[in-house]
């Protein structure tokens, strides 16, 4: 189903979303959601304290390399059909 949505914005007539643009809303939703969450049952000064500054370094390439990854996804969509790029994921994953 996202990879279908992700096709009619990509590939849309009045309005072309980038895989830029997809990937940072997409963030911005998630983040939104999960905020309340985070704040409600993780104890921040805690975790602060847990975490080493390698820990939290590894956290930032984690994500950035995950941003890489979602916008070439979103941009190899506007080139294949989503089927085919759920088949792909799937063989990714296997």
């Known amino acids: 189903l996202q990879n279908v949505y ?3 914005l990509i590939s849309g007539e009045h309005y072309r979303y980038t895989a830029i643009e997809l990937q940072f809303w997409a963030s911005l939703l998630a983040c939104i959601f999960q905020l309340p969450l985070l ?3 993780v104890d921040i000064p805690l975790a602060l ?3 080493s500054k390698t820990l939290a ?3 930032i ?3 950035f390399f995950y941003h890489i990854q ?3 996804a979103f941009a190899i969509m506007a080139y ?3 089927i085919t790029h759920s088949v792909a994921n799937t063989i990714k994953r296997a």
């Open 6 to 8: 992700s096709k009619l």
């Open 39 to 41: 704040l409600y049952y």
């Open 49 to 51: 304290s847990l975490t």
């Open 57 to 59: 370094l590894l956290y």
């Open 61 to 63: 390439f984690n994500g």
């Open 70 to 72: 979602a916008v070439a």
């Open 80 to 82: 294949i059909s989503p």
